[in-house]
C-alpha cells in the first residue's frame, strides 16, 4: 500500500507544478506590460510638463512696442475724430386713414464740424430728398439739424446744429493745390454705419473728373485707394498732418463696396463753396445773361462750343451784343453766337462754360470769344450775378 501511496502523491505534486507554472508564465507579461506603462507614463508626463506653463508664467511683449508709423496714425486719429460726426435722415410720411405722421429711416452717412457755430459739412447726396437730419457728434449726443445751404454741382451741403462751443472741435484746413500722387491719405467716416472708422491709403491720382448729381462735372477731384464705402461720403479725408485735403463723395466699384477707387472733392473747393452757402445759402454764381442749346443740338450741327439760343434783356450779354438763336422770315433757323472761349480758357460745351464762370465774380468784366457767321470775333462783357 505504502508503494501506491507514494505513486499518488507524486502524480498530485506534478499536477500541482504544471498548474502553478502556467499560472506564473500569464501572470509575467502583465506584470511587465504594467512596469512598461508606468515608465511610459512617467516619461511622456516629464516631456508635457514645460506645455502646461500657466498664461500668467509666460514672457510678454511690452505694450509700448508701436512703430513710429503706428503712433502716428494713432495720434492722427485721436486728434481728428472729434471733429467727424455721424448723420441720418429720414422722411416723414403721414398715414392716410389715422393721419399720424410716421418717421421713416432714409439713409446715413458722414460729415465734419466747419467752426464753432455749429456748422456741419457733408455731400449734398446724403441729405437730398430727405425731411429730417440728425447729427451724432463724437461724444455720441444727438442734434437736430437744419439745412443750411446745399450746392448740388459740386455735391456738397451744410448743416447747423444748436450745440455749446465747448463741445465743437472744428477740423484743421488745408490746401489741395500742391497735394502729391503717392503721398499719404487718411479718411475716417461711418461706413455702414459702423461710425469712427479709419482707412488709410495714398493719393492715387490728381486732376479727376467725376458727374455731381446735378449732371454738371466736378473737376480736380482727388483719386484715393483708401477704402470708402456707403457711409463713408461727407468724411474728411487727410493728409499726414491731421488737415482737411477733400470730402469724400463717391467710389468706383462694380460692386458697390470699396476696389480701391475712391474720390474726394478738393478742399480748395470747399473752402470758396463753403462760405457763401453759409451766407446766401446758395453759391452766387455771375451769370452772362443767355441761354444756351442742349449738347445734343449742338453735337447734332456739328459744332463745338456753347451755342446761345436766347439773350436776357438789360443783361451783360445784351449790352455786350451778343445774338440770341433767330429765325428769318421764311421760318429758317439763323444760328446765334458760338462761345469759344472766355478769358484765357476755351470753351467746347456748356460745362466748360459753367466751370469757367466759376472762377469770376459779379460785376467782373471779360473777354468773350464768339464765332460768329464763320468769323471769330471779341467783346468785353460785364458778369451779372445770378437770378
Same mark, same amino acid.
Given at each position: 500500500?505504502s508503494?501506491?501511496?507514494?505513486f ?14 502556467? #499560472?506564473w508564465?500569464?501572470?509575467a ?30 514672457a ?27 448723420i ?12 399720424? #405722421?410716421m418717421e ?10 466747419w ?25 455720441r ?13 459740386? +455735391? ?21 493745390e +500742391?497735394?502729391?500722387?503717392?503721398? #499719404? ?28 448729381v ?13 477704402? *470708402? ?31 480701391g ?42 459744332l ?5 439760343i ?7 450779354? +445784351? ?8 429765325r428769318?422770315r ?37 473777354? *468773350? ?10 467783346v +468785353? ?7
Open positions: 500500500m508503494g501506491k501511496f507514494r499518488f502523491i507524486w502524480i498530485a505534486l506534478l499536477v500541482l507544478g504544471f498548474f502553478a507554472g502556467v #499560472s508564465t500569464n501572470r507579461p502583465e506584470a511587465e506590460k504594467e512596469t512598461v506603462e508606468t515608465d511610459t507614463i512617467i516619461d511622456e508626463e516629464a516631456v508635457s510638463k514645460p506645455a502646461t506653463t500657466l498664461p500668467h508664467q509666460r510678454t511683449t511690452p505694450s509700448n512696442g508701436l512703430t513710429p508709423q503706428e503712433l502716428a496714425n494713432i495720434r492722427l486719429f485721436e486728434n481728428a475724430a472729434p471733429s467727424v460726426c455721424f441720418t435722415t429720414s422722411n416723414v410720411r403721414t398715414d392716410y386713414f389715422t393721419r399720424n #405722421s421713416i429711416p432714409r439713409g446715413s452717412g458722414s460729415g465734419f464740424v467752426d464753432d457755430k455749429g456748422h456741419i459739412i457733408t455731400n449734398y447726396h446724403v441729405i437730398q430728398g430727405a425731411d429730417r437730419a440728425t447729427v451724432t457728434l463724437s461724444d449726443s444727438t442734434w437736430q439739424a437744419v439745412l443750411v445751404g446745399k450746392a448740388p454741382e459740386k +455735391d456738397l451741403a451744410v448743416l447747423r446744429i444748436e450745440v455749446p462751443a465747448d463741445q465743437l472741435y472744428p477740423i484743421p484746413v488745408g490746401t489741395s +500742391d497735394l502729391r500722387v503717392g503721398q #499719404s491719405v487718411y479718411a475716417i467716416g461711418n461706413p455702414f454705419g459702423l461710425d469712427q472708422t479709419l482707412t488709410t491709403g495714398i493719393v492715387s491720382a490728381l486732376g479727376r473728373e467725376i458727374e455731381s446735378a449732371g454738371i462735372p466736378i473737376r480736380d477731384v482727388i483719386q484715393t485707394d483708401a477704402a *470708402i464705402n456707403p457711409g463713408n461720403s461727407g468724411g474728411p479725408l487727410l493728409d499726414s498732418s491731421g488737415r482737411l485735403i477733400g470730402v469724400n463723395t463717391a467710389i468706383y466699384s462694380p460692386s458697390g463696396a470699396s476696389a477707387i475712391g474720390f474726394s472733392i478738393p478742399v480748395d473747393v470747399v473752402s470758396w463753396v463753403v462760405p457763401e452757402l453759409i451766407e446766401y445759402g446758395m453759391v452766387k454764381r455771375p451769370s452772362m445773361g443767355v441761354e444756351l442749346a442742349r449738347p445734343q443740338i449742338v453735337s447734332r450741327l456739328g463745338e462750343g456753347a451755342l446761345v436766347d439773350v436776357i434783356e438789360n443783361s451783360g450779354a +445784351d449790352a455786350a451784343g451778343i445774338r440770341p438763336t433767330m428769318d421764311r421760318g429758317a433757323i439763323i444760328l446765334g453766337d458760338l462761345i469759344v472761349g472766355m478769358g484765357n480758357e476755351p470753351i467746347t460745351s456748356n460745362n466748360d462754360l459753367i466751370l469757367a464762370l466759376e472762377k469770376y465774380e459779379p460785376g467782373d468784366i471779360v473777354k *468773350i470769344r464768339l464765332r460768329r457767321d464763320d468769323q471769330e470775333i471779341e +468785353d462783357l460785364q458778369l451779372d450775378s445770378a437770378r
